[in-house]
Structures are given as C-alpha cells and as structure tokens.
C-alpha cells in the first residue's frame, strides 16, 4: 500500500499491511466520511520509547518531595472567598 488515502473501514479490515507499509517507510491519512482523521507514519526513531527510566526517576523525585513553591499568605477563607 504506497502513501495516500485510506477509510477507516479499509483500515480496520488491513491494518497489519498497512503496518507493514509503514514500516517500509509510507506515511497513510485514514478518513472518516471522506474527512482526515489520522496519519499512520513511520516512528521517530530518536524517540525514546523505554519509559522505566523515567518512571523511576519521577519516583525518585516524588520521594525526595518537590517544592512547590508556595509561600503561604493564603489561608482556608481567602481560597474560599469570591
């Protein structure tokens, strides 16, 4: 399947060619009522699709406890004023 226009029918009974053609480098627009909804393109290969690290790090970081940056100066009457 070369780059170009594909209903979401089409898409959903050949998503594994259109998988495969991806992978081969084509960029496919799938459609809904004639409209673009999505684009089926290749990967960015410099993203960095291991997220462990990155959970791990955030729960490091939430360990440690983060600042918040408040300051004070606002008690319960003030946040429920209007």
Not at 26 to 42: E, F, H, N, Q
Not at 57 to 73: I, Q
């Amino acid at each position: 399947m070369p780059d170009g226009l594909v209903s979401a029918a089409e898409a959903n009974r050949d998503f594994s060619k259109m998988l495969r053609d991806v992978e081969g480098g084509a960029r496919i627009t799938i459609t809904k009522d004639g409209k673009p909804v999505a684009v089926l393109s290749p990967a960015d290969p410099s993203m960095n699709l291991d997220r462990s690290s990155t959970h791990r790090r955030m729960m490091e970081l939430l360990a440690e406890g983060l600042p918040l940056g408040f300051r004070g100066g606002v008690d319960r009457d003030d946040v429920h004023s209007r």
